[in-house]
């Protein structure tokens, strides 16, 4: 009986810990939390962008299209003119809900600045629709400097790092692409492109990528600190 009453007080201590929240692998079947995002404005289109850290629950890159009301599409529109980087910070729900198309909606927050990092709130309780899916991969151990293509319109995309071996980085490029390819880059299948050598591609350099398909716009995005 002494037995079982230890192993009953040591579940109840540990039990918190053992069902805290786990990565998303093959072996688990949620990854329920607060999955802050980056908020990426191109002209009028909205993205977001999952804030991933590796060997964790958070450990995907998940990007995706999204929707407000039109109140807030104008505020969002006006603080990303004033503000290097907006994020958003969503109430708790299960990533893999977003990564497999069931969770269509969620409230959330939205911050000038990094949610994390003293930003500030600028809009609260907002509905955030989500659109389309563009990027669902987990992280791997992987050479960086290899770039998503993403097709968003038919003259319009996202390039987007792959994040890789630690120390890495998370970019996301806003490209156009050239006039032969309009109206096809939509049907063709998520791609990737060796950019550079394991180092963020420097914006300014943007006029030396010549590429057959596209050309690249501007920086949307950029975080080292989480990957070093």
Do not use: C
């Not at 950019?195 to 950029?222: E, M």
């Amino acid at each position: 009986m002494y037995i079982h009453k230890v192993i009953a007080i040591i579940m109840i201590v540990y039990w918190p810990y053992v069902n805290a929240e786990k990565p998303v692998s093959k072996n688990h079947t949620h990854a329920i939390g607060v999955h802050g995002m980056a908020l990426l404005v191109d002209e009028e289109n909205f993205y977001a962008s999952h804030m991933p850290l590796a060997n964790s629950m958070h450990s995907h890159q998940v990007v995706f299209t999204f929707n407000v009301e039109n109140k807030h599409s104008k505020k969002i529109i006006e603080l990303s003119k004033s503000n290097k980087l907006l994020s958003i910070m969503p109430e708790k729900f299960d990533l893999i809900d977003l990564m497999d198309g069931s969770l269509t909606s969620f409230k959330a927050e939205i911050f000038a600045g990094h949610f994390e990092r003293g930003g500030k709130v600028a809009l609260s309780n907002i509905v955030i629709s989500v659109e389309k899916i563009l990027l669902s991969q987990p992280l791997s151990n992987v050479k960086n400097g290899s770039f998503y293509i993403l097709p968003t319109t038919s003259d319009k995309g996202l390039l987007i790092h792959k994040i890789g071996k630690l120390p890495s980085f998370d970019q996301v490029l806003s490209i156009r692409f050239k006039q032969e390819n309009m109206g096809l880059s939509l049907s063709e299948n998520i791609s990737l492109i060796d950019l550079t050598n394991n180092i963020p591609f420097n914006s300014k350099d943007k006029q030396k990528v010549t590429h057959s398909k596209f050309s690249i716009s501007r920086q949307l995005y950029l975080e080292l600190q989480d990957f070093r």
